[in-house]
């Protein structure tokens, strides 16, 4: 049972990794990034601090990167990259946060 569980695992991520949407975007990096946009806004959403969304996030994308390394044979750089697209959400709100906090100080100055 267990061993067929795996041989299906198997083939819908080996799918999911060579398939192209529009013959350009990797299937792939759509889901690691919306389902790790996903997972984020749900969090925040329920109150949670943004430090341990980030951990919870990171936490997740690297326990699917494990499991990945025993269902399909994918390079170190692959992982990587596949990690790199995990937390490019959490990151990206990160930015624009501490980006909007920067502009809004910088509007308030005193004008000279």
Known sequence: MIF???IEL???LGTIS????????PLGMVL???IS???TILLLKRGMKFKKVFVIVFLVGLSKEILDCFVINNTLQ???LDMCYDMSYPTFLYLSDKARIKIKEIKSRPKL
């Not at 060579?18 to 975007?25: D, H, R, W």
């Open 10 to 12: 198997q083939k819908i």
């Open 78 to 80: 692959k992982h990587i």
């Open 18 to 25: 060579v398939t192209k949407i529009f013959g350009i975007v």
């Open 37 to 39: 946009a996903a997972i």
């Open 32 to 34: 690691h990034i919306g």
């Open 4 to 6: 067929n569980f795996y």
